[in-house]
């Protein structure tokens, strides 16, 4: 018996990630071995559920995997740990459609106790109503209690209290009103000193969380044996892809850091994973593939446009066959050129007949499906930065999004390079078979 649960609420903006955050070092300081995990596609949450527990976060998604996928993966990674927490997305019940995909939806397929948070800024008793609600519309889903946030005085807290009782739904802590605490934009990159902020952050939290937070009766209501799973080993999440024996580059560092754990471990059960740093000006390793993911090369544009030994490797690796997977921003980096928002022009490696912008960016963000010959293919896309001109290079395959309507999200194949904005799930999949 471990304690497992899923942080839950009403609606995004209510203070998931920061609850989250705190929690997750609150429990780690008390020598509790902590897993976290993410409802959705999302890889920034997990990078700060990362920095806040010590480890990795693993991405839970119906849209990305089957739910025999997904319940394989909760239970490979966390059949070790004392405590496992899993951050939902948006409110409750949201998902691409209806409930599918939501929090709900994780929460009720692998039978976790939901703790809810909710914003009470603003408002009192209204919340027995709320409350009732969220409880209620569904009665296989496990409501544990809830946490209110932005809570302004001792009267405030009584009232919520009042709520509770009135429903039937235990309370597990107030959290106050504080500024302190504000998690800073996702979007703004994990640079090195942002990692330092959010490290303190963290100890912030989890002292606010440590105050306000009945954490050992949290843990109490939240005890329960990890789900069972099917004996397909197809759903294995770290099972070997059908090439092995391979040494495989990955481009790791600030600029290049939105990647999924289960991707990861399958390469590496596939293989030798060399991590190197475009930023660090890192020559590239021997590799049979090179993989640039996704996050924030605008952010360090002129470091990248300066690292030109690199660049130069990747042309002469891409030149003579090798096989290159680009998502997003490593997509971007392989491109001609980068402009940022101010109209500054950065070359970058020049491998692909590309070039990129930041100016006027607005975001482009979906879940995205696209067969491969034989092979379906699911991901997300996610980015401000557009294409300006691809020249003769032509999408080599149609995406569509969760509603199964055509985008203009473009797959380039270029020698052997693979490249897109789509982030690419392959932990039920096989990412070779883009090369077959």
């Not at 990305?64 to 004392?82: P, T």
């Not at 009135?166 to 009103?177: A, M």
């Not at 024996?245 to 293989?271: C, E, P, Q």
């Not at 000006?281 to 030994?309: I, K």
Request: proline share 3%.
């Amino acid at each position: 018996m471990t304690a497992h649960m899923l942080i839950g609420a009403a609606a995004s903006g209510s203070g998931k990630t920061t609850v989250t955050i705190g929690l997750l070092r609150a429990l780690s300081r008390r020598g509790f071995a902590v897993q976290p995990f993410k409802c959705g596609p999302d890889y920034i949450d997990t990078l700060f559920h990362g920095i806040a527990s010590g480890n990795r976060s693993v991405n839970l998604d119906t849209w990305l995997a089957s739910e025999n996928h997904v319940r394989s993966v909760y239970r490979h990674y966390s059949v070790s740990a004392d405590v496992c927490v899993t951050e939902g997305v948006m409110g409750l019940f949201d998902g691409y459609d209806r409930m599918k995909g939501s929090s709900a939806h994780i929460a009720m397929l692998l039978d976790l106790p939901v703790i809810i948070i909710i914003n009470a800024r603003s408002t009192a008793y209204t919340m027995a109503a709320l409350l009732h609600g969220l409880c209620t519309f569904r009665q296989d889903l496990r409501i544990a209690g809830v946490i209110f946030n932005q809570v302004g005085s001792d009267r405030h807290a009584k009232l919520l209290e009042q709520a509770c009782r009135d429903v039937g739904v235990e309370l597990l802590g107030c959290l106050p009103r504080c500024p302190e605490i504000q998690v800073p934009s996702r979007h703004l990159g994990l640079t090195v000193g942002a990692e330092s902020e959010i490290d303190l952050l963290a100890d912030r939290i989890a002292d606010l969380v440590e105050r306000h937070v009945r954490i050992e009766r949290l843990l109490q209501l939240c005890r329960t044996t990890s789900p069972t799973v099917s004996t397909d080993c197809s759903t294995d999440p770290v099972r070997p892809m059908s090439q092995t024996g391979l040494r495989i580059a990955v481009a790791s560092d600030s600029a290049f850091n939105f990647t999924y754990r289960v991707n990861i471990d399958r390469l590496a059960a596939s293989g030798t994973v060399i991590t190197f740093s475009p930023l660090a000006g890192d020559h590239l390793p021997q590799a049979d593939l090179v993989y640039l993911p996704g996050g924030y090369p605008e952010l360090f544009a002129e470091t990248l446009s300066a690292n030109t030994r690199l660049a130069d490797q990747l042309r002469s690796y891409a030149s003579s066959g090798g096989r290159i997977m680009a998502e997003c921003g490593g997509m971007i980096y392989l491109s001609r050129s980068l402009t940022d928002a101010t109209g500054t022009k950065f070359p970058m490696s020049g491998v692909l007949p590309l070039d990129c912008t930041m100016n006027q960016a607005r975001l482009h963000l979906g879940y995205r499906r696209m067969e491969w010959g034989n092979t379906v293919f699911h991901g997300h896309e996610f980015h401000y930065s557009s294409i300006t001109n691809h020249g003769q290079l032509l999408s080599a395959a149609e995406q569509t999004d969760a509603e199964g309507i055509v985008t203009d999200t473009c797959l380039f194949r270029h020698l052997n390079v693979v490249a897109g904005y789509t982030h690419w799930y392959w932990g039920e999949t096989d990412l070779f078979r883009l090369w077959q």
